[in-house]
């Protein structure tokens, strides 16, 4: 007799049964790091050895002065100019580097399931531990595409408005040329903005500053992939339901693909770091190609494990499915090897002391010991191409090595999916007022008084509404940096030619050797979302 209906998956002997049903729901997984010698399982230790293995027969003297370092948590900005300096120099050195960064990385975690651990690239080809579920809400909002808006300081700009914007930002150095330049061609194609062609994937879709907002009223595919939270879900559905996307939600409970979302709010959701494999398996069942965000952030070295768990999904659904693409949001607090007229740029600006002019600037310095408002790019770096980069280091030590680390990871894989033939946007998105920075109060003041040093800070609307824009023009247009196809001269390009760094890389101070003063400034006026 044949049955129909919702049933339990079968267990290993074929039996569908209801105490295997319940096993599978009791059993946990979870990536960690693998232990260090002492058998502790230290983030740290996975910080010095997956920098040492991408320096190992690049920077001896880094490696070494590696395995001695006894303060990390304040010195790791010299190792990370060192893997910038070492990769700049040398276009097929970075990607030698970042494949035995990431090589390594990957073996500084493990997957524990059950009391049982294996190396994350096995895991990925277990069995699913859990079955997963899909849902699918349709938005409500007109079908119509409105045209490319940006909302910005409490207004919506369009057309002429939007464009003198854009020239407005690039000509006082908070957006690179080459951003401008996409986003015109956004304002100049609004047919590129129908995404009803396009499969999304957002991992980590309720990001406060991502892309969603915009993409859910482009007609895009979107499939979202964050935690278990109702709360959460509540406000993702809402903002796709006020649009004209289709949401595709997993679960990992039974729920019928077009129940109202008040039935799988509740249990809609997975976790990455503990439902990875599932995750993959789960893509895999679209038939349409895949564009895949890795947008999920979290505290502390939590950052680094869920990096790693978003580059493990990424890697292996692009082995099974080559035609993926991929998307990630770069952060301006980061090092970079930046193109010569950038790099020049911050230095007439240190030469010449601006904004704050030469005077004040030799006050501070004189007063601080020279601690503050030290020169931000020193000199220019000879590359084999016979082209010169500049390094611009707009690290907060704040924000800490594991993300710094998380970061650096994610620029590694960019530059590698796109010599594998890839197509990949990965654009520096600016420095945002988020939930994140207005936690910690050191970054919170120095944002506040940013304006001081001619540096822009973003609200996360708009920048998820630029980030979105920027994404569009990466995946429709074909001359542009994302597109395997087009020559570079140097691997690092690909992560520089569209970015909008609010101003911190053309400045003239070391960021971080500004931000005391710039906190002092942001401490006395009320939070601004520029």
Partial sequence: MHEEGLQFVPAPDGRRSTIFAASQRNCTAKLQFVPAPDGRRSSTHANLAICSAALTGIDPDAVTALHQETNWRRRYPRYVRALTEAAAVDPAQALTMATAGLTAAWQQVEWLRNGTSAPLAEAMRWPQLHAMYTAVLHGRGPHLIEPFSIPYRGQCLSGAALHAQIAHWEAAGIIEPGCARALLRVLDHPEWLDLSDRTLVLLGAGAEAGPLAMLARWRANLIAVDVPDPARWQRIVEVVRAGNARLIAPSLQPISPDADPDEWLPVAG??????????????LSFERPLDIATLAYLDGERHLRVALAMDAIVATVSVARPDTTLMTMATPTDMFAVNEETALAAMRNAAKAYPLGETAAAIVRALSGGRLLQPHVRELIASTNGKRYGIVDCLFLEQGPNYALAKRLQQWRAIIARAGGQRVSMNVAPATMTQSVIKNPALRAGYNGASLFGVEIFAPETTGALMAALWVHDLR?????????????????????NAN???????????????????LVGLVRSPVHS
């Fill in 270 to 283: 997975v976790d990455l770091l503990r439902h990875a494999p599932e995750i993959v398996t789960w893509l």
């Fill in 477 to 497: 247009c074909r001359d542009c940096a994302a597109n395997p196809d087009i020559p570079l001269d140097h691997p690092l390009e690909l992560l520089t030619a």
């Fill in 501 to 519: 760094h609010g101003g911190l890389w053309r400045n003239g101070f070391l960021p971080r050797t500004a931000l005391p003063l710039a906190a």
